[in-house]
């Protein structure tokens, strides 16, 4: 079975502009989750989404939104991009929600967002 | 507001060594801890999770324990090798905040040399 896939995988842009982000998960799984990951630091949870509806949001600003689609795949959309929005985006699946669940979550290889 | 700490921040040893890579958190109400590894530029593995009912978790040559009370997990690795040079992260899931919210560490940078 594939695992969970992004594109694109590396990424350039300028100030300013605006970049989607695309997020396919493992099949049978229903949540999709994006994390920020600065250089050196550890990922920074930033929106899940399960069954279309968003389920949690980072302490991150309103230039950043995502959405989810019926077949569970998820944009993650940033607007007017700053030189701090470099990172790499990752995106993580897992079966379901539900909060006492034990259920791993499997992350995909991330994009590489570059803002000059 | 919950922080996982990780130490130490980089670690070098020699082939065959056994050694432990240790987190801290601070809200021991979680439902799970999660241990990574990820490869320089690349996405994250998951390696063993542990729930919070559980002591420990063991694959291969991997052995995490979890002591929810203290707030601590430990990360065991047995017989080191080049090929685990990797940065390893533990993230946890708490009862607290939104969803499938993980927290993670800044990781555990280990080099094992030839």
């Known amino acids: 079975d594939a695992g969970v896939t992004q594109s694109p995988t590396h990424l350039i842009k300028t100030r300013g502009q605006h970049v989607t982000l695309r997020c396919s998960p493992i099949?049978?799984?229903?949540?999709v989750s994006w994390y920020q990951q600065v250089l050196g630091q550890g990922p920074q949870f930033i929106f899940q989404y399960y069954e279309k509806e968003e389920r949690g949001r980072g302490n991150f600003p309103d230039r950043f939104s995502a959405r989810q689609f019926p077949n569970y795949s998820s944009e993650l959309n940033v607007n007017a991009l700053l030189l701090g929005d470099s990172a790499l985006y990752l995106c993580a699946s897992s079966r379901t929600t539900d909060k006492t669940s034990g259920y791993e979550q499997y992350f995909g290889p991330g994009t590489r967002l570059t803002v000059t | 507001k919950q922080e996982v700490t990780q130490i130490p921040a980089a670690l070098s040893v020699p082939e065959g060594e056994n050694l432990v890579l240790n987190c801290s958190f601070t809200d021991s109400a979680i439902y799970n801890l999660q241990w990574f590894r990820q490869d320089p530029g690349k996405g994250l593995t998951s390696l063993l999770l542990?729930?919070?009912?559980?002591r420990e978790q063991t694959s291969g040559r991997l052995n995490a324990s979890l002591d929810k009370s203290s707030g601590r997990s430990t990360l065991y690795i047995a017989a080191s090798q080049p090929g685990d040079s990797a940065t390893y992260l533990c993230a946890v899931k708490g009862v607290t905040g939104g969803g499938n919210k993980l927290t993670f560490g800044t990781g555990t940078q280990l080099k094992v040399e030839l």
């Open positions: 099949s049978g799984h229903k949540s």
């Open positions: 542990i729930q919070s009912s559980q």
